[in-house]
Every structure is written in C-alpha cells, then in structure tokens.
C-alpha cells in the first residue's frame, strides 16, 4: 500500500488502512531505538519544523527524537521566543514558515483547527501535536499501538475513557480512532465532564466508572487539569480521587489483565492511585516508547516512505 | 575571486565585489533547498553558535535552516536561558564562547555596535543578525538578492523605501547597500520617522509617499512598531495607515511591474495593505526563502568556500 | 583499563583511576576541537537529553558543543517550556525521558541529590551538571585538567579556594576532587561563608585571604552571588572586594607562576579585579576551552568507550 496522506490531522480523517499502515510501520522502526546505534539515514536532509505554542515535554522530545533518528533536520519554535509575540498572524507565520522549505511541520496550538488551516496554506506535511480541546491523533495512535502490541487486535475490545471527556483531544481521538478500528468506547466522568451529545461519535455514557470499568479490557485514565477547579468543573481533587479516581479498590472490579493508560503526566492520588499506575496492569510507559516509534512512523510514512 | 573577511557587520564595511559574490553564491546554493535530499556535507564538522537576545522567529529559524543545510552543527543560546541574566558582561560571555572554539557566532543584540564588539575579541567569524536601529545587513543582502533575480540588475533601479526610517535597522542597511549597488534610494515617511540628515548616506527624502512610489521600481514597506505608537512617534494606526500605508489605491499610482517588499512580520491594514501584500506585485515570500540562500551563502564564504 | 560506571553524580563517588581515566580522555579528546573538521564519528546513534532546571549558558552549551563534535543527538528540555509546570515529579518526568530510549541524561537542578535520584531510577547513564549547593563534578574535572596540563600533576600542590564555601557546589567538588587526588586544599572567606565541620574533608581553614594564597599553587576564586547580599550574608560588594576580592596587591604575595581560576561568570572588581581575571595568570578561558573536552571525555567512558 502507498501512502499518500499529506497531513495527519485528527482521527475522523484517517482510514482504517492508514491507520493499520501507520501502526505496522510503527512495530517495524520501533526496534532502532532499542539499538546501540539509534539512527537510520532513511530521512537524511529532511527538514522537520516543531512548532509548539503551548509548553510541553514529552510530546516534543518524542517528536524531536523520532525525527532525529530517522537523520531529519530539526528546528524548534515556541511561542515564547518567537514573533508570535509580535502579532503575526498563524497564516503569515505559515507562509513565512513554507518559504523555508520545511518538509513538514508539527504543531501544537491552543486554537482548535489551527493544524487544519496551518495545513491548507502550505505544501509541507503538517502534523498535529494537539490543537486545543480538539484533537491529538499521534496520542491516540501510540495507544492503539500499546493496546494492539498487548493484545494481538483492536477490534471488538471495550475500551473505558475516565475523566474529563469534555475538554480532552486525547479522549476525542482515541474515541474516534478506537470505534473506527472496530473497539467498543465506553465513557465514564462527572456530567459536567460528560460533553452533550457524545454518543453521536458511537460511545457509550455511563456515570458511575463501576460500570465502565467491570469489563474493560483497556482502561484510559484522562488526566485532570488542576487549573480547571477553579473553574468550578469539580468541586475538589479529593472528591474527584473519591468518585473517579482508579484506585486499588477499584481496580479489583475489573478484568484481572486489563491495561491502564493514562496519556501523562500524572497527577498521583488524584486520577490514578500510585500503586495503579505504577502497577503490573500498567502499560503507561510503554504508551512513552511507543510514541518514539508512531512519530517515526508518520515522518516517515509522510515523507515518501513506503510499505 | 578569494573572499577574506573575516565578518560580516554591516554594508558599509562590504564591498561591491563581495556583495555580488555574496549575491551569485546564494544564487548557487538556493536549488538545494528545492532537492529532496536538502543537504549537502560542505561544512561537517563547523561549530555556529547562534545567540539572540531578542526575540525572533523568522531570522534565527533562517540561520538554523541554513546552518543544517550545509551540515554545520548549531548551538542556540538565547538571553533567557543563560547567565546574562546574571550579569556577566557581553565581552566575558564572547570570551568565553570562543573558548569553545567556534566557527561561526550569529549575534543578534538590542544594543547597536555590540556584533562589533564581539567581532573584535573573538577569532570566530561574527555575523550581525541586528543589532540595535543600527544594521541588518543579512536583511539588506537576502532583498538585494531578491530584486537582482527579479530585475537582473540593481544598478540604475529606483527602490522606495516608506514608513518608519529614524527606527529601523532594515531601512538602515537597504539604503547603504542598494546605494553602494548603484541604485537610487528614496525615502517617505512622517516626519518624526524621518531622522535628521540622512540624505548624507546619499538617499532622497519625500514626505509624500505619492512622490516617492510613483516611479519606484521597487517598494520596501517597513514595518510600524505598534510599541512606539505609545512613545508618540505617530498618533494612530489608523492615522498612520491612511497617510502612509500601502493600499491598492496608491499601488495604482506605481509602475505595474514594480516589487512590493517587506521584511516582516506584516501588519495588515497598517502599513500594507492585504490586497497589496499578497497581491502580484510582492515578493515578501520570495524574501523569506532568499534568506535562507544568503545565510548560506555567508557561512559558505565566511568558512573558507571559494567562489 | 575499562571505565564501568554509569553515572558521573560527584567526586565523592569517582576513584583516583577513574579521575586519572577521565583526565587522560578528556587530554586526548581535546585536540578535535581545534582541527577545522571538528568532529568524530565515535557516538553516532546515541541520543542525549540535555535537562536544564536552572538557567545556564556556559554549562550548557559545553554539553551540546562536546556532544555534537562525538555526532551523537542532542535533546534539549528547559524546565520553563516542559510539564514540570504541570506538577509531574521529578521520578515521573525520569522514567517517561527513560522510555524514549536515551543513552545519557544531563541534569542540572536546584534541588540537591536530584541527580543521584534520577540515576537510580533510570537505564541511561546521569551526569550531574551542578545541583543546589551540593556537586557539580565537570566543573571540579574541568578543573583538575586545567591544572595538570599547566603543572604536570596534581599531587602536592597548594590550591586555594577563596569566598562563599558554604553556598558553592564548585568549591564542594573541587575540595573533594584535589584531596583525593592529592593535593592540599586551602579555603578562605568570610566566617559567614565558611561551613562548619569543613575540615572534615580535609580542607584547612583560614580566614585571612593572604594566608590562604602566599603559597598557593592555585587560587580558585569564587563567584558571589549577588542575589545572597540581600540575606545578609556579606555587607556589600564593596567591602566584600575590600577584605577578599583578590586585587592586583593581593595577587603580589602569592608565588609569580601561581594559576588563577575561576567557574564564572565573574564579577568583575567584586570578587577578582579586572587586572587578575585579565593578566597572565589567569587560565580561566582555558577552564572553558577543557571544560568542552571533559565533557566529551565523560559522553565516551560512558558510552563504551575503551582508554
């Protein structure tokens, strides 16, 4: 199969064969980094533009090790140390960013849609690194990666999404992706974390996470954002821990081989228990090397690879 | 012809032979930003630092792009992150800098003479990525550049130049380079923007921009400061942009063919407008990629490249 | 001999074989770094994570200058733009960088003991780039080297130490370091800045500044640090300079050939005058230059290296 995407953008627009080729490709370059010499010259004088207007760690180094391990170029830009601060608009920034000649782009905004627009003005591959609430494909792929490497298949699984739902690209990605790879979706968080009409997308709403989680063969942990409390979303961390938190009292309602995932980083004792996270169950920093290998996989699926 | 400088500071200090070789080099090295494979080993093994105390965007990701390209191996230092902030001089950091044996430092200052400085107490090659209201002579170079491959000459071309003159490091490097080139410069703006005896560096003044385009080959629109709009220097943007800025109706008062320039980040509405910035007289874009060609062109003859 | 340890944490931990090993390395190495292809492909493949939580820029760019010149892959993570400001621990932050697969990680921290946590935590090999008051180990190497390649060995020399013991990670590494490797360390400075019990490392005290230097070998001047005036710790800068600044009168009654150091960023006039820090015992510039070579000396012990 050729690929011939020129962006990656969110799940909705990806096939189911793209994505299978995505993950495939993903199995076969995960080994170099398992190698003394961590490096392949398959994108030697490829340049790679990070693009990251919110801060972050772990998405970043993953994109700037995957790109440097395939040979890419890299340059980053954030928002802090750019003429962003002067009041250039996105769209000029873009056009400014495509007379470089970059040949893709990855970038993460705080506006939703910002990738999609970013993506129609240039010709370089641009990648979403998370655009606001709305999506986080290359998160939602490294975790079906996870659950695909664990359990053979993604198809007819029940996967439970705990937490706030609401504001959370991952939640919306990983529930597009996984419904459209043939996995069940059950969702389950305070209504106020419950958006309106998400069954539309094929999930299913449970409010007690009991219910979500009693035959669950992956168990997604969303991470609560402290700075939402004040926005009265919850009414404290320790009464978020007491309803939903995955405790170890909670977890030994589930299936006994069940995966826990949480797209990191961890608030401990408030979404997820230490001895949760940090358990056998726990596939957490897995999800962290493979997203080494799904960000390789895309650079080099985008770039001309082929399967 | 052998290029023996040591930096590059400024025009003034450049002469007609090493611009046109700076020129034809960058011509050379532009096809290789449109391979596939953007790279050539020219300068493995050269060590650029490139230290910005201001903010920038598309200058430092232009140095950074041209830098890998030729595959020298770059450091960035921005003011921020390092021990200025403790108060160590600009003299004790170059020093120390140079104690790590660079090739090349690219020093961008808010302080002018500061690259001067520094080129004098380091044996590295120093280039001035602005410095001050004083010089941007890579800005000055990638626009020569610009014009030459557009109008296949730039002696005898009249080049207007509107807008802020008194504060702009831009206008300051153009009018000194294009002059030296043998073309005619002139110059527009209000009269607080204007400073006082700049017609010694051989440029005309008109303190209407109808007087100054209308038989220009060449318009450079520089960019308003929105900053010093609080210093009084101009009373409104809106004041400004209907005394001064570029719109549709005063570009119908220019030659057909002329080049609408600018260097970035654009202020739509204010100094230029959309229509006219994106319209097909300008060759903004066209600047932006010729920047990486001349940084190129400058690490390339700066290390040692024969032309 | 075969270097078999993992980490570079502090002196303390480092044998007399292991610092002879490093500093025979780190002589070799030094040479790349004036060749005009200053390069080697020795860690090509390797992947490095550079983790600042303090600003720096010397320490820093020695780090990714010695790591680019190995060819090994440099990472870079600040903790301004990371998720430390979301609140992730220390340990999470560590095992998710260990799951990217990295073969070394630099660390500099506020908090002391960081770097010793971190290296039990992960596979890769953790040097400490200086953390709180407690060690900072290259510096302390950088150190050694310098005076060894001026004098011919370490073994019976005089070295004195001079200002704020108490507050400085270099003194600590460079008293445990010179002591172990021989040679008698004198410290002087204010009472205030003199920790009690530091005779227990073998250090002697003297609180007069022209008995620490008569008969040194070595005087290592300390940086203040400005911002401690404020708590009390000494007066002012002016009488700081006045009993304990090492002034060109002061120098006049130490030994001709006596070698001045300094970690900076000096102080100019504070705690060493212009003249001293400037004139011809001073090797402080040559600190800098081994300071790049220690640090490839380290990356390639580390990484398998073989002396």
Do not use: W
């Amino acid at each position: 199969m050729e690929f011939v995407k020129k962006d990656i953008l969110d799940m909705e627009s990806l096939s189911v064969e793209e994505i299978q080729a995505i993950l495939d490709t993903a199995e076969t370059l995960k080994e170099i980094s398992t190698r003394s010499i961590k490096k392949v010259p398959t994108l030697r004088g490829k340049s790679i533009v990070h693009f990251f207007y919110e801060a972050s760690t772990r998405t970043k180094t993953s994109f700037e090790i995957a790109a440097k391990r395939l040979s890419a170029d890299t340059v980053s830009i954030s928002a802090s140390t750019s003429s962003i601060v002067k009041g250039e608009t996105l769209a000029d920034t873009a056009k400014n960013l495509e007379a470089m000649n970059p040949d893709v782009i990855v970038i993460r905004h705080h506006a939703a849609g910002a990738p999609h627009m970013l993506a129609r003005l240039v010709k370089a591959s641009v990648i979403n690194a998370g655009d606001g609430m709305h999506a986080h494909p290359t998160q939602a792929l490294l975790d079906m990666m996870t659950v695909r490497e664990k359990r053979g298949r993604l198809e007819g699984l029940r996967v439970a999404i705990i937490g706030d739902i609401a504001h959370s690209r991952v939640a919306r990605s990983n529930i597009v992706g996984f419904i459209k790879m043939g996995a069940k979706v059950v969702l389950a968080g305070p209504p106020t974390m419950i958006p309106m009409g998400i069954e539309a997308l094929g999930a299913h709403v449970r409010h007690h996470i009991q219910e979500a989680i009693h035959d669950a063969d992956v168990i997604m942990v969303l991470r609560i954002q402290k700075e939402r409390q004040q926005a009265f979303v919850f009414p404290s961390e320790r009464e978020y821990a007491q309803c939903y938190g995955l405790t170890v009292e909670r977890l030994a309602e589930a299936k006994e081989d069940v995966l826990i995932m949480h797209p990191g980083p961890i608030n401990r004792g408030v979404e997820i228990a230490s001895e949760v996270a940090d358990g056998p169950c726990s596939v957490i920093l897995e999800q962290v090397a493979n997203g080494v290998a799904i960000r390789m996989a895309l650079f080099y699926l985008l770039l001309g690879g082929r399967r």
